[in-house]
């Protein structure tokens, strides 16, 4: 048996799951705050290094496209080092990928970038692993979708406390790096909470001897098996590029319609606190009526405020910011929901490497999206454009969650 503390009964009285989903969706936060710390400082950053502001897109890109490599082994990886080790190792690697980004340097922030990709692809087969031990008399959806909360958080604390530090440092030079260094704090200071919490079963070493790359093609092969499955593949393509274009290019789209760099940030933070209270609301809503049908609603929604975006330009301030937040309560809000339906259909013991199979699509729809919409934007020039047209993804995405849940 490898029971570790984080599955271990509690005496308080409390759920058992309490104690590891609190410590997973702070774990949340600070990969998110890792991820996203250049999408809040785009501006500043841009101005620096002398680029558009637009190459985030390509940054947030490369990021996934990293992650989706180390999402297609997370289930060799979890089995063998188990999740524990995961999330310490990736805690440790967040804090040195903030630190390279802050040197400026754009070897050192590629090379940042991959180091978050491969952590990010780990993190959400590693935490499901832990909290599905724990979850299994709970709420499920709704445990899964509060652990994703601590995405829009993490994209709060990014979108605000960044900005403001920047500003705070910027008579010490470029504010913006002190920013970041200031970040690393966040995951360094989990790593020694999360290590002192955790027990850590021994390496299982006789699974690496299975080649990576074909235990990879297994779990796709028994995903294409299963059309429960393979809907949610597309969904998390789908949906995780209609995200990241929300969270990506939200502060240099309101910054060039006159918004300064911390009130942008106030916003797109706006649009991330909307995003955790909907995504515990949507946990509860598919709890009841079930993963598929929530699913297509948010899509409906999330395509309908996008297409309304396209007349951002003409709202008055107050407008802008009502549109982004609600907007900011679908395109944010699937997560838990997409997660939870990937544990529940998961082998015991397996929810690793079923969780980490899924996300291959969802990694590869971050990867085409953001570069997808930098690409348009060069063509058109206008971030209310691209965003008008990529609201079809949200349609598209609903029309496939409402027919799976007809079946």
């Keep these: 048996m490898t029971q570790t503390v984080s599955t271990q009964p509690e005496t308080s009285g409390r759920p058992a799951w309490m104690r590891p989903l609190a410590m997973m969706t702070l774990v949340q936060i600070a990969a998110t705050l890792s991820v996203l710390a250049l999408t809040s400082l785009a501006p500043e950053v841009a101005s620096s290094l002398g680029i558009g502001s637009y190459y985030i897109g390509y940054q947030i890109s490369l990021i996934y496209f990293a992650g989706v490599f180390a999402s297609a082994c997370a289930g060799t990886v979890v089995e063998t080092f188990h999740a524990e080790r995961v999330i310490i190792f990736e805690l440790a690697v967040f804090a040195l990928g903030l630190l390279l980004l802050a040197t400026g340097r754009p070897v050192l922030m590629v090379i940042a970038s ?25 709420p499920h959806s709704l445990i899964f979708s509060i652990k994703q909360t601590g995405v829009p958080l993490g994209a709060v604390v990014a979108s605000v406390t960044l900005p403001t530090l920047a500003v705070f440092f910027h ?15 966040v995951p360094l200071g989990l790593l020694v909470w999360c290590w002192s919490q955790f027990t850590f079963a021994p390496i299982r070493r006789g699974i690496v001897r299975e080649n ?31 995200q990241l274009m929300a969270t990506a290019f939200t502060v240099v789209m309101l910054v060039e319609h006159g918004w300064s760099l911390v009130g942008a940030g106030a916003v797109a933070a706006g649009l991330q606190l909307s995003g955790a209270v909907g995504r515990v609301s949507w946990g509860v809503a598919a709890d009841r009526l079930g993963g598929f049908k929530t699913l297509g609603v948010i899509g409906l929604l999330a395509g309908g ?13 107050w407008a802008q910011v009502v549109l982004l937040v609600a907007f900011g309560a679908v395109a944010t809000g ?44 060069e063509l058109f020039g206008s971030y209310d454009v691209c965003f008008m047209l990529f609201s079809v993804i949200g349609f ?6 409402f027919r799976q849940a007809a079946r």
Excluded: H
């Excluded at 991959?114 to 709970?138: T, V, W």
């Excluded at 790359?213 to 429960?228: E, G, K, S, T």
């Design 114 to 138: 991959l180091l978050f990709g491969i952590c990010y692809g780990l993190n959400n087969p590693a935490s499901s692993e832990i909290l599905n031990r724990s979850a299994q008399s709970g």
């Design 171 to 185: 008579n010490w030079g470029d504010g913006w790096r002190f920013a970041l260094l200031v970040a690393a704090i």
């Design 212 to 242: 990576p790359l074909l235990r990879a093609l297994r779990d796709q092969a028994d995903l294409y098996r299963n059309q429960r499955l393979r809907t949610l593949a597309l969904l998390g393509g789908l949906y995780s590029a209609l």
């Design 305 to 317: 405020f996008m297409f309304a975006l396209g007349w951002v330009a003409i709202m008055p301030q």
């Design 334 to 377: 699937w997560n838990g929901v997409f997660l939870a339906a990937a544990a529940r259909t998961a082998p015991k013991g397996k929810v690793g490497s079923n969780t980490g199979a899924l996300l291959v699509y969802t990694f590869i729809g971050v990867i085409v999206g953001p570069s997808a919409f930098a690409f348009i934007f």
């Design 396 to 401: 598209l995405g609903a029309i496939l969650s």
